[in-house]
């Protein structure tokens, strides 16, 4: 196949129950504040300590800097995020709401970094084979793009509800589709016979819940899958490696030029839209919010129940709850 080698019918099923597992507890942790803890701060904490220091080491294909780093900062994130969705002092604080951008950009810029890394790597990395070459440089570079095109940051708010999920109502479809394509493509440069899995199922498994079951909630279910498949990664590393499920990369250049090319084009075309969308509405995306004109935005931006033209007024965001 032009992305991957072959793909047995048992690691197709396989493949959409990892789907099926991310996106069920991603819904259990949203549920349940203590699920979410369990989850997100017990069971990483225990496995630190009695699995992960000592299986994953030099020579793992999850020891290098970046995994340690990646799992971490994701469950910073989801517990961040958890925490602001249930203190309403935080959820009207703008300095905590300056976290959800903050830990988004730096797991973006932790990615950058390595895709820039592995340009000059060749050969077998931690038991994966890294093929360097421009496609590194490109789709670093639609990862900087991505991190530019964050808007809205000050719109974010706590819907209403049983579930009280974090809302980015600037955050629409077009950036999450280029994030979508950035991170794949640097799965599949970087981390590539792991792309099958950490690359298309994860990736869909927080973008399915955010274009259909809780919109503009895309950066929570981001971090929640993102946490969950790393916990679950970092404890058992041999299912995408020599598992009878693994799948691995084709490794075809013209693969990796391909992603590589399609996530930069993506990225240029958000941050053309953007520039456009500042110089129609005179607007600044680092003192308002963007996109405030847009349908999609505004039927996120409704639950806050301010006029959607008008940026979030966090201290009246805590007022309402």
Same mark, same amino acid.
């Given at each position: 196949?032009?992305?991957?080698?072959?793909? /047995?019918?048992?690691?197709?099923? #396989?493949?959409?129950?990892?789907?099926?597992?991310? #996106?069920?507890? +991603?819904?259990?942790?949203?549920?349940?504040?203590?699920?979410?803890?369990?989850?997100?701060?017990?069971?990483?904490?225990?496995?630190?300590?009695?699995?992960?220091?000592?299986?994953?080491?030099?020579?793992?294909?999850?020891? $290098?800097?970046?995994?340690?780093?990646?799992?971490?900062?994701?469950?910073?994130?989801?517990?961040?995020?958890?925490?602001?969705? +249930?203190?309403?002092?935080?959820?009207?604080?703008?300095?905590?709401?300056?976290?959800?951008?903050?830990?988004?950009?730096?797991?973006?810029?932790?990615?950058?970094?390595?895709?820039?890394?592995?340009?000059?790597?060749?050969?077998?990395?931690?038991?994966?084979?890294?093929?360097?070459? /421009?496609? +590194?440089?490109?789709?670093?570079?639609?990862?900087?793009? +991505?991190?530019?095109?964050?808007?809205?940051?000050?719109?974010?708010?706590?819907?209403?509800?049983?579930?009280?999920?974090?809302?980015?109502?600037?955050?629409?479809?077009?950036?999450?589709?280029?994030? $979508?394509?950035?991170?794949? %493509?640097?799965?599949?440069?970087?981390?590539?016979?792991? %792309?099958?899995? %950490?690359?298309?199922?994860?990736?869909?498994?927080?973008?399915?819940?955010?274009?259909?079951?809780?919109?503009?909630?895309?950066?929570?279910?981001?971090?929640?899958?993102?946490?969950?498949? #790393?916990?679950?990664? #970092?404890?058992?590393?041999?299912?995408?490696?020599?598992?009878?499920?693994?799948?691995?990369?084709?490794?075809?250049?013209?693969?990796?030029?391909?992603?590589?090319?399609?996530?930069?084009?993506?990225?240029?075309?958000?941050?053309?839209?953007?520039?456009?969308?500042?110089?129609?509405?005179?607007?600044? /995306?680092?003192?308002?919010?963007?996109?405030?004109?847009?349908?999609?935005?505004?039927?996120?931006?409704?639950?806050?129940?301010?006029?959607?033209?008008?940026?979030?007024?966090?201290?009246?965001?805590? %007022?309402?709850?």
């Amino acid at each position: 196949m032009f992305l991957f080698a072959t793909i /047995p019918w048992y690691s197709a099923l #396989m493949w959409f129950a990892v789907l099926g597992g991310l #996106m069920l507890i +991603n819904e259990l942790t949203r549920l349940n504040k203590w699920v979410a803890l369990l989850v997100f701060l017990v069971v990483p904490a225990v496995l630190t300590v009695t699995v992960w220091t000592k299986a994953n080491g030099e020579g793992s294909s999850v020891g $290098d800097w970046f995994h340690w780093a990646k799992v971490y900062s994701s469950l910073a994130g989801c517990l961040g995020f958890l925490a602001i969705r +249930n203190s309403k002092k935080l959820a009207a604080n703008k300095w905590a709401l300056m976290f959800p951008p903050f830990i988004l950009a730096l797991n973006i810029l932790e990615a950058v970094v390595r895709d820039f890394q592995c340009f000059s790597l060749n050969g077998i990395v931690g038991g994966i084979t890294v093929i360097g070459g /421009p496609w +590194n440089i490109m789709n670093g570079v639609a990862g900087l793009i +991505n991190i530019i095109t964050i808007t809205g940051w000050m719109g974010i708010f706590v819907g209403k509800g049983k579930r009280d999920d974090m809302l980015w109502p600037d955050m629409l479809w077009f950036w999450v589709i280029a994030y $979508d394509l950035w991170n794949f %493509a640097y799965v599949y440069n970087c981390v590539s016979d792991h %792309a099958f899995y %950490a690359g298309a199922a994860l990736l869909i498994s927080c973008t399915i819940p955010a274009f259909f079951i809780r919109k503009g909630a895309w950066l929570q279910h981001r971090a929640q899958t993102l946490g969950i498949w #790393m916990t679950f990664v #970092m404890t058992f590393p041999t299912f995408v490696d020599t598992s009878k499920f693994a799948v691995k990369s084709s490794h075809s250049t013209t693969a990796l030029w391909v992603v590589s090319s399609l996530a930069l084009a993506a990225n240029v075309g958000v941050l053309a839209y953007q520039a456009y969308k500042m110089a129609k509405t005179r607007r600044n /995306p680092l003192k308002e919010e963007l996109y405030t004109d847009l349908t999609a935005y505004k039927k996120v931006a409704a639950e806050r129940g301010e006029p959607s033209h008008h940026g979030a007024s966090i201290s009246q965001v805590a %007022a309402d709850r």
